[in-house]
Every structure is written in structure tokens, then in C-alpha cells.
């Protein structure tokens, strides 16, 4: 008989690897396994990082599984224990949980569905019999022990790593690598890698071979090699990438958190070569300082701050070194870089570049808005929100009188009039001006507002003297002679203190002036002048109690052509009132006198005013015939007092400037000008009126003190007489 061998054991695994949890994953087992068991299904993919908790696995309803399935922890792999029957129980649904002692759920939950594949194990209804010798050999295709090897390993490739047997012949060998490795597999069953292997890339490898025959169909069932790649510390630890600056606030306490280093070694995790320490490179502590800046823990990479001071703006880069292998001897290591910024906090007050400046002065005729003066203040802190500043007026300011212009962010204040001053009413004032921060100031004592003490003296002011008119014009003839008056310079108020006169620039000597009534006359003939030139000389005065206040005026001279006849003379017009408001009420300027031309028919006089501004201003003048013209005020109120008013008459060619005197008054219903009473010639003075009742006054008490006196001097003689001296009275 020829020994046959019959081989029934048919497995087909096909493993789901699913791409995202919580796919299902789907598994085939055949029916009445004969080999060994137990028989690993598929790889779950359990995380693969160690996490304390236990795998749970259950069946349909939830409960724990007591059937023929289980899951290594070790390895991750679900495995059955016992041959299945699909007569029995075709499908089983399993769901997979990594949970903790307290039931809470880590990881899953993972279904998986096992299908049991049918097997022809049923005898049918019609039956044959057959005659099979069957011969014993010894089964070598035995599961293999997980290999482990170390990465970057250094020997000849391809390198032997175990080997499988089939011991019936006509055998061929199939390797699957999951995932896809530098594995491979000869005609004898010697599994080989081909390369050196990276733990990093890959830390495990499941190898599957396969026993076929020629027609590729398998003798048995896979036999499954675990490949774990051992560790080397080939990977240094890696720095996170600098971000950028961290910052913290100054005045920032001991020991509060920067920042913490996450440094990755690629090593494996949990294993000397990825255990990290870490030490602080700089900055070194200062010479002299207590303690260091930062302070780092070795353990955790975490840096917080020392007791070393930090100042605002500065920029410090914090070098630290993370070594490898725990730090011992032969570790890889990385210089690890954190930039710091110390942030500015509002922790100082703003305060004055002096608390007290010299006195200033002002007139009291300063004009509102004028600049008194501009403070300096300075803010210590770097943010440029914590230097803007506000400014107040503090004390010594109750009227409102001064106001302060700033703008927040220039540290510059400016002190301004905003009322008018009074030397009367305060002759000087003591400001006091407080700036504070705009933000909230913070810090342990950021302290007051700073102040500045200004003082501000105010200086009385005289008005200078004032003339009638702003400037003064005059036309003469180039024949006029020496001597002629031309006109009179007057003050504005008469009643003012007296002035001095005198001319200026008079380069000519053409002019004279009185010095104290003013009246400017021709010095000498006019040589040289020619009809329509121009001469302007500077007319000064002087207030005889104040010489250091004047004022001045220009005389301006038109020459004119120098008349063939007898200047006319205009009738004289003596001097009038106008009311003030103006009323309907005029001057007349009259006509000539004993003018043969105008008699004969040879033409009308002509009027206008001279070409003072001011003259023009206040007064109109208008033509009443060929020899008067009429004088009215040009304004509604006119200034009270007496005004001349400078008229300039032409006839032909001759052409002469007359003073027309008009008093200008409040005026009664009636229309009468009511004028001031001044001191009349010869009468008394208030004073010598106190001084001569007083002395009456006194002169009544002397008479009465001797008149009493001689009374009681009589009385008391009668007194020191006898009773019988004293005459009796007869009986009537």
C-alpha cells in the first residue's frame, strides 16, 4: 500500500485593518479548525501608547464574553481558543473596550464580526465508502517565537531571522509583510531581512508565511511572525520651533510659569533613550545679584520666574540644553531657545521736570488766549499708553481765569490766559498745576499727581496819551509864509494829563510846534516845495507826569500851487452842539467874505472833508449853496466832547484846509446839550470848604468852653459868700 497523506485543514483569515475606530472590523474562521490553538485571528488596533486600563470584551448583549474568543494584551491580537461549529452558531458579534478599574471607557468601543465558513462535514443522503491508508509523519510547521531585532542594525544583508519547515515535499513558500517590510522568504524557509530597519519608521512587523503546492493552494494554516524592532537612541531630542517672544508683565512675582518645553524624542517612549532632562544655559545669573532671572525644572522643562529683578523692554533669549538617555554619559542633546519679553506695567506717575518756577509777570491788558508759559512733564514707564497724561489746574484758579492746552501724548503743557486780569482785583495769582497718568496707574506705590506751582504776577498799566486824530493832514501853498499856523495837535480827552509836543523827523525845518498847545505854524519859507509833493514828519508827545509814555503821529503836508490872489477868507463859524444819539440837527459851514469873484459871478466854492479817516468816519458833509455847506454826524453816537473837524475848501485853483470846532454832547427832550459843571474861577474848592467848616466848627467851641467856664467860676463865688451876705428878697 503506498502511504498517503491527507491534508483537511483549510484557514482563511482575511483581516480588516480599519482605517478610523469605530469600523467594524470582519473575520473568517472555518469550521472545525484541527490545528493548534490557540489560533490568533487579527491584530485590533489598540492604542500604542501605554495606557493604564484593561481590555474588555464582550458578546451581543454587552456582558462579558465567556465563549471561545479572547484578546491577548500583550500583542493586541483577538484569538479563539476552541474549534468552531457553524451548525452551532454561525456569526458572532464581539466588541472590543480598553476601560479602567472604575468601568470608565478609554478606547473603543471595536466590533468585530466572526463569521464561521462552512465546511463539508455533514454526511448527505447517499453514501459511498472508500478505503484511505493514511501514514503518520512529524508535523514541523509548528507557530514561531516573536524575533526581535535592533534597528540600524550593522551586518552583511540579507541577514537570516528564522525559518519555517512543511514536511511533506513539493512545497513552495509565500511571505506576506504587514505592513509592507524589507523581509523575504527562500525555497528552504529561511525568512531573511534585507535591510536595516528604523524603529521610528516602523516598530512592528507581522510576517505571514504560506506552504503551497504548485497550484498555489495552501498545505496548512499561516504561520504568523512578530517582528519588533528594538530601539537605539539614534534620534537627539527635537526643540519645539521658536515662536515668537513670550511676554510678562515687570513687577511679575517668583515663580510665576513662562513658558514649558515640549521637547519630542523619537525614541521609544517610556525608554532610557527618550528620557529627557533639561538645565538652563543662560542667561547666568549677574554678579552679585541673589538668585538667578528664570529658574527651570530639570524634570518637567518647565521655567518660571527667579527672585533676579527684571527691568521693562528688556528682550532676554533663554538657551536651554535637553539631553537624552536621563543625562548620563553618551546622551544626545539639543540647544532649546525661548525669547522673553518683560512688558511695561503704568507703575510710575508722571511728575513735573521742576516743582516750581520763577514768578512770571503780565500786563493787565494781556489779551485773552495769550501763552503764560509751557510745563514739562516726563512718565518713567516704556508703553506709550502709560505716558499719556492728563493736566488740571489744582488750586489758585476759583475764577477760571487760566486754562491749560495739552495734548496727551507730548508730556508738553501750555499755560494760557482765558479771561482778562485786573490789578485791583488780584494782583497775582498762585496756580497750582497736577498731572496724573490717563491709565490706571498700578504697582505696588505708584504714588499722587505731581504739581508745579506757578505764580503770576500782574503788572498795573498806564494808558499811554492819546492824540484826537490817528494822522494828520495839512495843504499849504508854496507861498505860505513863515509863521502861518497850519493846525493844532490836541488829546483825545481833554481833561487828560498834560502833553509835551514835538516834532520828530522835520528834516527840512519847514515846521515848528508849540510844546505844550500843540499848534504847528511855518518856521521858514518854503523853499524848495513844489506844488503836489509831499512832506510827512513824525509828530511826538509826551505825558508831562509819565515821559516814559508818548505816542505819535504822522503830519502829513500837501503843497499846493501858490494862489494868484488873496486867499478868501471864509465866514467864521462859531462853535455848535450836536446831540449824541444823532439827532436831525447840523452845522452850517458860511460862505465868504468880501470875495469879488464870487459877487461877480466867477464860480461857487467847493466843500469836503479833509482825509483824516477818523473825520471821514464820524461826519458828513454835504453842500447847501455855491457858499455853505452842512456839517452832520456820520455815525449814530459820536464820542462827547468837542471835535475839529478838518474841511477842505477849493475855489478855481486855489485849494486850503479850514478847523471846524464842534462840541458833541448828550442832549435833554428839549434838545439842550447837557454838559459837566467843572470849577468855576474863584469859587471855593471842596476842600477849602471842609477846612473852613471845620474851622467855624471849632471856633463855636472855644466860645462855648470859655462861656461855660466863666459860669462855673461865677457860681462857685457866689457860693464861698455868707448866709447873711446874701441880700433877701422883699415881701410883696
Given at each position: 500500500?503506498?502511504?498517503?497523506?491527507?491534508?483537511?485543514?483549510?484557514?482563511?483569515?482575511?483581516?480588516?485593518?480599519?482605517?478610523?475606530?469605530?469600523?467594524?472590523?470582519?473575520?473568517?474562521?472555518?469550521?472545525?479548525?484541527?490545528?493548534?490553538?490557540?489560533?490568533?485571528?487579527?491584530?485590533?488596533?489598540?492604542?500604542?501608547?501605554?495606557?493604564?486600563?484593561q481590555?474588555?470584551?464582550?458578546?451581543?448583549?454587552?456582558?462579558?464574553?465567556?465563549?471561545?474568543?479572547a484578546?491577548?494584551?500583550?500583542?493586541?491580537?483577538?484569538l479563539?481558543?476552541?474549534?468552531?461549529?457553524?451548525?452551532?452558531q454561525?456569526?458572532?458579534?464581539?466588541?472590543?473596550?480598553?476601560?479602567?478599574?472604575?468601568?470608565?471607557?478609554?478606547?473603543?468601543?471595536?466590533?468585530?464580526?466572526?463569521?464561521?465558513?462552512?465546511?463539508?462535514?455533514?454526511?448527505?443522503?447517499?453514501?459511498a465508502?472508500?478505503?484511505?491508508?493514511?501514514?503518520?509523519?512529524?508535523?514541523?510547521?509548528?507557530?514561531?517565537?516573536?524575533?526581535?531585532?535592533?534597528?540600524?542594525?550593522?551586518?552583511?544583508?540579507?541577514?537570516h531571522?528564522?525559518?519555517?519547515?512543511?514536511?511533506?515535499?513539493?512545497?513552495?513558500?509565500?511571505?506576506?509583510?504587514?505592513?509592507?517590510?524589507?523581509?523575504?522568504v527562500?525555497?528552504?524557509?529561511k525568512?531573511?531581512?534585507?535591510?536595516?530597519?528604523?524603529?521610528?519608521?516602523?516598530?512592528e512587523?507581522?510576517?505571514?508565511?504560506?506552504?503551497?503546492?504548485?497550484?498555489?493552494?495552501?498545505?496548512?494554516?499561516t504561520?504568523?511572525?512578530?517582528?519588533?524592532?528594538?530601539?537605539?537612541?539614534?534620534?537627539?531630542?527635537?526643540?519645539?520651533?521658536?515662536?515668537?517672544?513670550?511676554?510678562?508683565?515687570?513687577l511679575?512675582?517668583?515663580?510665576?510659569?513662562?513658558?514649558?518645553l515640549?521637547?519630542?524624542?523619537?525614541?521609544?517612549?517610556?525608554?532610557?533613550?527618550?528620557?529627557?532632562v533639561?538645565?538652563?544655559?543662560?542667561?547666568?545669573?549677574?554678579?552679585?545679584?541673589?538668585?538667578?532671572?528664570?529658574?527651570?525644572?530639570?524634570?518637567?522643562?518647565?521655567?518660571?520666574?527667579?527672585?533676579?529683578?527684571?527691568?521693562?523692554?528688556?528682550?532676554?533669549?533663554?538657551?536651554?540644553?535637553?539631553?537624552?538617555l536621563?543625562?548620563?554619559?553618551g546622551?544626545?542633546?539639543?540647544?532649546?531657545?525661548?525669547?522673553?519679553?518683560?512688558?511695561?506695567?503704568n507703575?510710575?506717575?508722571?511728575?513735573?521736570?521742576?516743582?516750581?518756577?520763577?514768578?512770571?509777570?503780565?500786563?493787565?491788558d494781556?489779551?485773552?488766549?495769550?501763552?503764560?508759559?509751557?510745563?514739562?512733564?516726563?512718565?518713567?514707564?516704556?508703553?506709550?499708553?502709560?505716558?499719556?497724561?492728563?493736566?488740571?489746574?489744582?488750586?489758585?484758579?476759583?475764577?477760571?481765569?487760566?486754562?491749560?492746552?495739552?495734548?496727551?501724548?507730548?508730556?508738553?503743557?501750555?499755560?494760557?490766559?482765558?479771561?482778562?486780569?485786573?490789578?485791583?482785583?488780584?494782583?497775582?495769582?498762585?496756580?497750582?498745576?497736577?498731572?496724573?497718568?490717563?491709565?490706571?496707574?498700578?504697582?505696588?506705590?505708584?504714588?499722587?499727581?505731581?504739581?508745579?506751582?506757578?505764580?503770576?504776577?500782574v503788572?498795573?498799566?498806564?494808558?499811554?496819551?492819546?492824540?484826537?486824530?490817528?494822522?494828520?493832514?495839512?495843504?499849504?501853498?508854496?507861498?505860505?509864509?513863515?509863521?502861518s499856523?497850519?493846525?493844532?495837535?490836541?488829546?483825545?480827552?481833554?481833561?487828560?494829563?498834560?502833553?509835551?509836543?514835538?516834532?520828530?523827523?522835520d528834516?527840512?525845518?519847514?515846521l515848528?510846534?508849540?510844546?505844550?498847545?500843540?499848534?504847528?505854524?511855518?518856521?521858514?519859507?518854503?523853499?524848495?516845495?513844489?506844488?503836489?509833493?509831499?512832506?510827512?514828519?513824525?509828530?511826538e508827545?509826551?505825558?508831562?507826569?509819565?515821559?516814559?509814555?508818548?505816542?505819535?503821529?504822522?503830519?502829513?503836508i500837501?503843497?499846493?500851487?501858490?494862489?494868484?490872489?488873496?486867499?478868501p477868507?471864509l465866514?467864521?463859524?462859531?462853535?455848535?452842539?450836536?446831540c449824541?444819539?444823532?439827532?436831525?440837527?447840523?452845522?452850517?459851514?458860511?460862505?465868504?467874505?468880501?470875495?469879488?469873484?464870487?459877487?461877480?459871478?466867477?464860480?461857487?466854492?467847493?466843500f469836503?472833508?479833509?482825509?483824516?479817516?477818523?473825520?471821514?468816519?464820524?461826519?458828513?458833509?454835504?453842500?447847501?449853496?455855491g457858499?455853505?455847506?452842512?456839517?452832520?454826524?456820520?455815525?449814530?453816537?459820536?464820542?462827547?466832547?468837542?471835535h475839529?473837524?478838518p474841511?477842505?475848501?477849493?475855489?478855481?485853483?486855489?485849494?486850503?484846509?479850514?478847523?471846524?470846532?464842534?462840541?458833541?454832547?448828550?442832549?435833554?427832550?428839549?434838545?439842550?446839550?447837557m454838559?459837566?459843571?467843572?470849577?468855576?474861577?474863584?469859587?471855593?474848592?471842596?476842600?477849602?470848604?471842609?477846612?473852613?467848616l471845620?474851622?467855624?466848627?471849632?471856633?463855636i467851641?472855644?466860645?462855648?468852653?470859655?462861656?461855660?467856664?466863666?459860669?462855673?467860676?461865677?457860681?462857685?463865688?457866689?457860693?464861698?459868700?455868707?448866709?447873711?451876705?446874701?441880700?433877701?428878697?422883699?415881701?410883696?
Amino acid at each position: 500500500m503506498v502511504p498517503a497523506r491527507l491534508c483537511l485543514l483549510c484557514l482563511f483569515i482575511p483581516q480588516a485593518f480599519p482605517g478610523a475606530q469605530p469600523a467594524e472590523v470582519y473575520v473568517d474562521v472555518p469550521e472545525n479548525y484541527g490545528g493548534n490553538f490557540p489560533l490568533y485571528l487579527t491584530k485590533l488596533p489598540l492604542p500604542r501608547k501605554e495606557t493604564e486600563g484593561q481590555i474588555v470584551l464582550s458578546g451581543d448583549s454587552g456582558v462579558a464574553a465567556e465563549g471561545p474568543f479572547a484578546v491577548d494584551p500583550e500583542s493586541g491580537f483577538l484569538l479563539v481558543t476552541r474549534a468552531l461549529d457553524r451548525e452551532e452558531q454561525a456569526e458572532y458579534q464581539l466588541q472590543v473596550t480598553l476601560e479602567t478599574e472604575d468601568g470608565r471607557v478609554l478606547w473603543g468601543p471595536q466590533h468585530v464580526l466572526v463569521h464561521v465558513k462552512d465546511e463539508n462535514d455533514q454526511a448527505s443522503g447517499h453514501q459511498a465508502t472508500a478505503t484511505i491508508d493514511v501514514s503518520i509523519v512529524e508535523n514541523t510547521w509548528v507557530p514561531l517565537d516573536p524575533v526581535h531585532l535592533a534597528e540600524n542594525l550593522q551586518v552583511p544583508y540579507p541577514h537570516h531571522v528564522a525559518q519555517v519547515h512543511w514536511s511533506g515535499g513539493d512545497v513552495h513558500y509565500h511571505l506576506e509583510s504587514q505592513p509592507l517590510g524589507p523581509f523575504d522568504v527562500d525555497k528552504e524557509g529561511k525568512l531573511y531581512v534585507t535591510r536595516e530597519l528604523d524603529r521610528e519608521a516602523q516598530a512592528e512587523y507581522l510576517l505571514r508565511v504560506r506552504a503551497q503546492n504548485t497550484r498555489g493552494e495552501d498545505y496548512a494554516e499561516t504561520l504568523e511572525l512578530h517582528v519588533v524592532v528594538m530601539d537605539e537612541n539614534d534620534n537627539m531630542p527635537v526643540c519645539p520651533p521658536r515662536g515668537p517672544a513670550i511676554s510678562i508683565p515687570e513687577l511679575s512675582p517668583p515663580g510665576t510659569k513662562v513658558a514649558k518645553l515640549l521637547v519630542e524624542d523619537a525614541d521609544a517612549p517610556g525608554s532610557p533613550n527618550s528620557h529627557i532632562v533639561y538645565r538652563l544655559l543662560s542667561p547666568e545669573p549677574e554678579e552679585g545679584a541673589e538668585g538667578r532671572a528664570f529658574e527651570l525644572d530639570s524634570t518637567s522643562g518647565s521655567v518660571t520666574l527667579g527672585a533676579a529683578p527684571l527691568q521693562a523692554g528688556q528682550n532676554i533669549l533663554l538657551q536651554v540644553l535637553v539631553t537624552d538617555l536621563g543625562g548620563a554619559e553618551g546622551g544626545l542633546s539639543s540647544t532649546c531657545e525661548i525669547a522673553v519679553t518683560i512688558t511695561d506695567i503704568n507703575d510710575h506717575a508722571p511728575e513735573f521736570t521742576t516743582s516750581q518756577i520763577e514768578p512770571l509777570s503780565l500786563p493787565e491788558d494781556t489779551e485773552p488766549g495769550t501763552l503764560v508759559t509751557t510745563l514739562m512733564a516726563t512718565d518713567a514707564d516704556l508703553e506709550p499708553a502709560f505716558r499719556l497724561m492728563d493736566f488740571a489746574i489744582e488750586a489758585g484758579d476759583v475764577e477760571g481765569t487760566f486754562g491749560l492746552d495739552w495734548e496727551p501724548d507730548s508730556g508738553r503743557v501750555q499755560l494760557r490766559l482765558l479771561k482778562n486780569l485786573s490789578y485791583e482785583a488780584a494782583p497775582s495769582h498762585k496756580l497750582v498745576v497736577v498731572v496724573r497718568s490717563v491709565a490706571e496707574p498700578v504697582g505696588p506705590d505708584p504714588g499722587p499727581g505731581a504739581t508745579v506751582t506757578v505764580t503770576v504776577l500782574v503788572e498795573r498799566v498806564v494808558p499811554p496819551p492819546q492824540l484826537d486824530q490817528e494822522s494828520y493832514e495839512a495843504s499849504v501853498p508854496v507861498s505860505t509864509p513863515a509863521g502861518s499856523l497850519l493846525l493844532t495837535i490836541r488829546p483825545s480827552d481833554p481833561m487828560s494829563s498834560p502833553l509835551r509836543f514835538s516834532l520828530v523827523n522835520d528834516s527840512e525845518g519847514w515846521l515848528c510846534i508849540e510844546e505844550v498847545s500843540g499848534e504847528v505854524h511855518i518856521a521858514r519859507p518854503l523853499q524848495g516845495a513844489q506844488p503836489g509833493d509831499m512832506y510827512t514828519v513824525l509828530v511826538e508827545a509826551q505825558d508831562a507826569d509819565e515821559p516814559t509814555l508818548s505816542t505819535s503821529a504822522n503830519l502829513v503836508i500837501h503843497f499846493l500851487k501858490a494862489p494868484s490872489a488873496p486867499t478868501p477868507t471864509l465866514a467864521p463859524v462859531p462853535s455848535r452842539h450836536l446831540c449824541t444819539p444823532r439827532q436831525d440837527r447840523g452845522v452850517v459851514v458860511g460862505g465868504p467874505r468880501g470875495d469879488p469873484d464870487l459877487a461877480g459871478g466867477h464860480g461857487p466854492y467847493s466843500f469836503a472833508l479833509g482825509p483824516n479817516p477818523t473825520a471821514q468816519r464820524d461826519w458828513r458833509l454835504r453842500a447847501l449853496n455855491g457858499s455853505h455847506a452842512y456839517l452832520t454826524l456820520g455815525l449814530h453816537w459820536v464820542e462827547p466832547r468837542e471835535h475839529v473837524v478838518p474841511i477842505v475848501v477849493s475855489h478855481h485853483d486855489l485849494v486850503w484846509q479850514i478847523q471846524v470846532r464842534v462840541i458833541v454832547c448828550r442832549c435833554n427832550v428839549e434838545g439842550q446839550c447837557m454838559r459837566k459843571v467843572g470849577r468855576m474861577k474863584g469859587m471855593p474848592t471842596k476842600l477849602s470848604a471842609v477846612g473852613i467848616l471845620v474851622g467855624t466848627l471849632i471856633a463855636i467851641g472855644i466860645f462855648l468852653i470859655l462861656i461855660f467856664t466863666h459860669l462855673t467860676l461865677a457860681r462857685k463865688k457866689d457860693l464861698d459868700q455868707p448866709v447873711d451876705s446874701v441880700p433877701l428878697k422883699a415881701a410883696v
